[in-house]
């Protein structure tokens, strides 16, 4: 059993393979998997890099928890956890969660968030998005306005989640919807200071410049009051909101979290839910942009459903469907769902991954070089195509995972919010077809923004929304 290999070409020192990757990222991981094989090692600026394509990836996505750690990946490329804790250790220390104790995020996000429970949050996202719209969006017809597509739908879906998942006594508050729709950012460039500072430099620098202890200070604020109401009687608990729902899980041993306890966990709600989904979105918005024929196509059902649209009737429309798979499929980071191995593993193929070792898919590749050979007649995989999910044997759904869609993942690691996520953005695409035209000023597909080669951002170019 050998370790597995190191891809030697395009290296350079500090920076490793990172600028050779990013200037192609497709073909670059094509090459590195014909030279080496389903498994091969970068450097990708200092760290050391196992990437796993093809049939590799189901096993890493099906392995064992006592074999890798989606968490503790994540932590090495982002570490999360250490700027929370640097932000507000001295304010709030989070719980430790028993291995006996249902998960108080996971739990009760699959349980409530399930494709036939979205009615139950259908008007709080309706009120949430229009009201966006209405404030910031409102146009004649004709009048055109140019927008910062990423920052107006982070506030949006911000707006959206606070109110679903906060409740309507404290989700409207906007000095909270500000917070949250730039957390995941914050956080992210806080992480990324962590990783290239000395420790002792790294924290200071943290604490004094980069802190969210003020954004963390405001969801305590304003939800644990609400809580410690509804907890005393003071306040009905009639509807259902993510914090009320981690305020009521049991622990292990009977007892029941604090509403300090419950109510710090929103931050991870907001953490996983408002920057995925205002990416996906942003990049949906980018393909309808240069494609005037598609939104007349969606234009057209969207307005057989009627007047009023909610999220369960135009969840319905294949072709929106269809559309945002594809945009799932398409527009994926070229490497992603960072593990780390918690020991020694070794791969079907007979090579080892070292424990300590940072593991990721390549999930674009694995979605252009498919396990298995798709259906005849279908457009290339490296093509975007909004109709390709259409009129097939097997009904695919945006949230449907498989080897052809591992976005969310897959099996026990599957993303549980999956079903809400693409509700939500089928509504937003809808109301914003619609409503606008959308367009780029060259009327042409704008380029994506990939970073270190890894992940790809929507692109930064605005659109043009013209009222319809």
Not at 8 to 25: C, Q, S, W
Not at 127 to 155: C, I, Q, V
Not at 180 to 206: E, H, R
Request: hydrophobic share 40%; glycine share 6%; charged share 25%.
């Amino acid at each position: 059993m050998d370790v597995v290999s190191l891809v030697v070409f395009e290296t350079l020192p500090i920076v490793g393979h990172a600028l050779a990757i990013n200037r192609d990222p497709q073909k670059f991981l094509a090459e590195c998997r014909e030279k080496y094989g389903t498994a091969f090692r970068l450097n990708l600026a200092g760290r050391e890099t196992f990437v796993l394509t093809g049939r590799l990836i189901p096993e890493l996505l099906f392995a064992s928890r006592k074999q890798f750690s989606f968490t503790e990946g994540v932590e090495v490329v982002v570490p999360t956890q250490r700027v929370l804790h640097l932000s507000y250790d001295h304010k709030h220390k989070e719980e430790e969660i028993s291995p006996r104790d249902k998960h108080p995020i996971v739990f009760p996000v699959k349980q409530n968030f399930k494709p036939e429970q979205i009615s139950v949050f259908s008007e709080r996202i309706q009120k949430a998005f229009l009201g966006m719209l209405n404030e910031k969006l409102a146009l004649k017809p004709g009048e055109k306005r140019t927008l910062a597509t990423w920052d107006f739908l982070s506030e949006a879906i911000s707006r959206i989640s606070c109110l679903c998942f906060a409740g309507s006594r404290v989700g409207t508050n906007k000095d909270l919807v500000l917070a949250m729709a730039s957390f995941t950012q914050n956080i992210i460039k806080a992480g990324m200071l962590l990783t290239i500072l000395p420790d002792v430099i790294a924290d200071t620098v943290v604490r004094r410049l980069f802190s969210v202890e003020q954004q963390l200070d405001l969801l305590m604020e304003l939800i644990v009051p609400e809580l410690e109401k509804i907890l005393s009687g003071e306040l009905p608990d009639d509807e259902p909101t993510f914090v009320s729902m981690v305020l009521k899980l049991p622990k292990a041993d009977g007892s029941y979290r604090s509403p300090r306890d419950a109510a710090f966990y929103f931050k991870e709600i907001a953490l996983a839910s408002i920057h995925t989904t205002s990416h996906f979105t942003t990049f949906a918005l980018h393909e309808l942009a240069c494609r005037p024929q598609l939104v007349a196509e969606l234009r057209e059902m969207i307005s057989k459903v009627g007047p009023e649209r909610t999220p369960e009737n135009v969840s319905e429309i294949p072709l929106l469907d269809s559309f945002l798979r594809e945009v799932l499929r398409h527009d994926i980071d070229y490497l992603g769902l960072h593990h780390k191995a918690l020991k020694d593993v070794v791969l079907s193929t007979g090579q080892v991954i070292p424990e300590g070792s940072l593991v990721v898919a390549a999930l674009e590749d694995a979605h252009v070089y498919p396990m298995d050979p798709p259906p005849a007649g279908m457009k290339p995989l490296n093509e975007f195509d909004p109709y390709r999910f259409l009129n097939m044997k097997e009904d695919k759904w945006s949230s449907t995972i498989g080897n052809d869609l591992i976005s969310f993942g897959l099996g026990g690691h599957a993303c549980p919010g999956r079903y809400f996520a693409v509700n939500e953005i089928k509504y937003v695409l809808a109301e914003l077809i619609m409503r606008y035209n959308v367009s780029t000023a060259s009327g042409k597909r704008a380029k994506d923004f990939p970073v270190m080669g890894m992940v790809k951002f929507p692109p930064r170019e605005p659109l043009i929304f013209e009222g319809i």
